[in-house]
């Protein structure tokens, strides 16, 4: 398999560069989706709110971690590359799969799950599921026709999500309190040690999904050893204060029974702050956002498989273009999976089973900072972990936890990740040995 040749950026990320590109990878939609179902293990104002900082810690010393490995390892592929390098091809095989599986055809599925849900409550004549599934095929069949359709309007949509957030949380800011408290008593203390606590991390790990995509810059920063920390500090810093008073506004408008178990936390939120016709207009927003999130991943997911269906004979079929140069199979193959997890699972068990697999991943990437540094210690990395070992094992020790309380608490979705892990190793073995006999055949 040939590699990519290197070349020097004929440029310099700077501080605020960093800083910006980190947060428009981390703000989502998913800060409007999944308090609903924090609330329902978790009741205390302060431990919710915890939630959302403990969150972005875990995404902090990701990012710091994750930036080591990008620096040392400086090839495209992201976590296949890493854990073919750090432990063997086949574990890099199994991310892979996840990633062409799960890593995009699940949120894909899970924002139009909530596009269609904000949309219904908005329009109850509106059938959530359907919606979902319409606008996935419409996005597929517009994204198949021209591949640069919603590329250039990534910084608009980013700097519209900032905005609505900014305004969400002054306007709840300023509204009339719901008598909720927020005051660290003694058994708020004790619901941040309880499995619901573990678990709820799932949702909120959603929410930041995007920090590993930042840290990819690592080896065009502008002297990274000093700027890398700060830019990955400032930018997660930046998100999850964001994140905690948007929260802080959720739960000081809007009673925990009307949130509990629902999708749409910023339509009932806004129907507390504005009245039910802004609310609306509030929750046509958000879908149009979520739209925007289901065309992104459209686009890029397809060509994680498409890669592998490259590298992988047995795949080959995945890897062929349009005469356009679209990866029409590869997509088509993401649209289907997307599909099969809108109708097949509920907005909770598509999150918890595609959180435990992506965060079984992200674990196994940072121990391998560890097994890196053993086994190859001479490697040149342009920028070290601040704050290592404690920083990836508190990373570590915080992601086994939520791993272990999901498989015990929702064992269901934990063991279909786990099912799909497997079967993505009985694919690796058959490639494998349909490799090596065909290789025996040539020889």
Not at 285 to 292: E, F, Q, R, T
Not at 347 to 362: C, I, K, Q, S
Request: net charge positive.
């Amino acid at each position: 398999m040939s590699q990519p040749v290197l070349s020097k950026p004929v440029y310099r990320i700077g501080f605020y560069t960093g800083v910006a590109i980190v947060v428009a990878n981390m703000v989502g939609t998913g800060v409007f989706t999944s308090l609903g179902y924090q609330v329902l293990g978790t009741t205390s104002g302060f431990a919710l709110l915890m939630l959302w900082v403990v969150g972005g810690v875990i995404a902090l010393c990701g990012a710091l971690c994750y930036g080591e490995l990008a620096a040392a390892l400086p090839r495209s592929g992201g976590e296949y590359h890493y854990l073919s390098r750090i432990y063997h091809p086949a574990v890099g095989f199994l991310s892979g799969w996840i990633s062409a599986t799960v890593g995009f055809a699940a949120p894909t599925a899970l924002a139009a799950i909530a596009l269609g849900r904000y949309t219904a409550s908005v329009w109850p004549a509106a059938h959530a599921n359907l919606l979902s599934v319409a606008v996935v095929a419409v996005v597929t069949v517009v994204h198949l026709i021209s591949g640069q359709v919603g590329s250039r309007f990534q910084v608009v949509v980013t700097l519209l999500k900032i905005s609505l957030l900014i305004f969400f949380i002054a306007a709840g800011l300023l509204a009339e309190a719901q008598p909720f408290s927020f005051a660290p008593t003694a058994e708020a203390t004790r619901q941040l040690l309880q499995p619901s606590f573990a678990v709820s991390l799932i949702y909120v790990s959603y929410a930041y999904s995007g920090w590993n995509a930042a840290v990819y810059m690592a080896g065009e920063v502008e002297q990274p050893q000093r700027n890398l920390p700060r830019i990955l500090l400032t930018g997660t810093g930046i998100v999850a204060l964001l994140y905690v008073l948007l929260n802080y506004v959720f739960l000081r408008t809007t009673p925990i029974k009307v949130l509990a178990g629902q999708v749409e936390i910023g339509f009932l939120s806004a129907n507390q702050i504005f009245g039910v016709a802004i609310g609306q207009l509030m929750g046509l927003l958000v879908a149009l956002l979520l739209v925007s999130t289901v065309s992104s991943m459209v686009f890029a997911g397809p060509r994680i498989v498409q890669t592998m269906g490259e590298d992988l004979p047995a795949l080959r079929w995945l890897a062929r273009r349009s005469r356009r140069g679209l990866p029409v199979r590869a997509t088509l193959f993401q649209t289907g999976l997307t599909l099969i997890f809108i109708v097949s699972g509920t907005f909770e068990a598509v999150l918890v089973y595609a959180g435990f697999v992506l965060n079984l991943f992200t674990f196994l990437t940072v121990l391998g900072l560890f097994v890196l540094r053993w086994r190859q210690p001479e490697l040149p990395r342009p920028y070290r972990t601040w704050g290592y070992p404690f920083t990836p094992l508190l990373f570590l020790a915080l992601n086994a936890w939520t791993l272990v309380y999901l498989l015990r608490d929702q064992t269901l979705e934990s063991l279909l990740g786990l099912g799909t892990v497997a079967l993505g190793l009985v694919i690796y073995a058959v490639i494998y040995a349909l490799g090596a006999a065909k290789q025996k055949a040539i020889g």
